[in-house]
């Protein structure tokens, strides 16, 4: 949303709260590795299998904003 708004031509700040609202997503992804692998080491089954894909999903998700993020700097 907020690089469509810069590209439309409404300003340069909108290409930086891009960049933040992204830097805090990944941030917040990165915090929420240690309870979800808590959460993970407990459970069994099909739950665990899920919880893996869940978190291998999250992973590579992560790696394209990180990406993402190094790219616009």
Same mark, same amino acid.
């Given at each position: 949303? #907020?690089?469509? %708004? ?7 700040? *909108?290409?930086? !709260? !891009?960049?933040? @609202?992204? !830097?805090?997503?990944? &941030?917040? !992804?990165?915090? &929420?590795? %240690? ?14 299998? @899920?919880?893996? @894909? ?9 790696? #394209? *904003? ?6 616009? &700097?």
């Amino acid at each position: 949303m #907020l690089d469509g %708004l810069e590209i439309a031509g409404r300003g340069r700040r *909108y290409q930086a !709260a !891009a960049d933040v @609202v992204t !830097a805090i997503g990944l &941030a917040g !992804a990165v915090a &929420a590795v %240690l309870p979800g692998l808590a959460d993970w080491s407990r459970t069994e089954g099909g739950a665990k299998r @899920v919880g893996f @894909v869940h978190a291998s999903l999250n992973t590579i998700i992560a790696g #394209l *904003y990180g990406g993402s993020l190094y790219a616009r &700097a």
